[in-house]
């Protein structure tokens, strides 16, 4: 069946590095991919997505490229800041209206 | 942006009693809101699709007479959790569909059953 597999965390980085969390997925046919981030103790919230194979989805600094040949959606920033600290969520639709499929989530921790 | 909120933000009751949580789309019209529930250290699950003034479409696996959801409102829904045992125990969010297909998530209800 469907799922998505992102690393497990937590991650912790200094302020400015990189950073990548990798996201992988299976489907049977060709889902829209999404990131979703939670601040604490806040709601989910809609960071980036893609719907087709290599759309690169974009917003805050963060990236994302729909890698069909590599099932990935990695998420990318060049410089974390602090303010980026949450736990990120690697999502795939169904197909269904509005069913998703996510990942265990990542833990990040940006340190000044 | 679409604000969703939740209540209780969290919960404790004792083992056989009954729990509601309320999901409430503050500043649009939600005729499809969804229930996750999710585990420590695991991924949120759907539990069930909730369409406003029609019966709830549940998930393979989620019981719909523990888990109750009503949507009697575009701006409510509400899961009740009946009888509850240490088992139901976790993290449940809801989130509302906006017409366009985006999902804005509330910021989930902890339940603790003793």
């Known amino acids: 069946g469907n799922s998505v597999t992102q690393m497990e965390g937590p991650v912790t980085l200094s302020e400015e590095a990189f950073l990548t969390i990798n996201c992988t997925y299976t489907a049977t046919g060709y889902p829209s991919l999404f990131w979703y981030v939670q601040y604490p103790g806040e709601g989910l919230q809609l960071l980036l997505k893609a719907t087709k194979a290599d759309d690169k989805g974009s917003n805050k600094g963060f990236e994302a490229t729909y890698r069909k040949e590599t099932t990935s959606f990695h998420l990318e920033k060049g410089s974390v800041q602090v303010s980026d600290s949450a736990v990120y969520f690697c999502?795939?639709?169904?197909?269904?209206?509005?069913?998703?499929?996510f990942g265990k989530g990542t833990k990040l921790s940006v340190k000044p | 942006g679409a604000v969703v909120s939740q209540h209780p933000s969290w919960v404790i009751c004792k083992s056989g009693t009954s729990v509601k949580i309320e999901c409430r789309s503050l500043d649009f019209q939600a005729t499809t809101m969804f229930w996750y529930r999710q585990f420590p250290k695991q991924s949120l699950m759907l539990m069930a699709t909730?369409?406003?003034?029609?019966?709830?479409?549940?998930e393979q696996g989620v019981e719909k007479d523990k888990f109750l959801i009503n949507h009697a409102s575009l701006t409510l829904s509400t899961l009740t959790v009946t009888s509850a045992h240490p088992e139901d125990s976790s993290f449940y969010i809801c989130?509302?569909?906006?017409?366009?297909?985006?999902?804005?998530f509330g910021p989930g209800t902890r339940l603790t059953v003793l």
């Open positions: 909730s369409n406003e003034g029609s019966k709830a479409t549940y």
């Open positions: 999502a795939q639709d169904t197909g269904s209206q509005g069913n998703l499929i």
């Open positions: 989130s509302a569909l906006l017409p366009g297909d985006t999902q804005y």
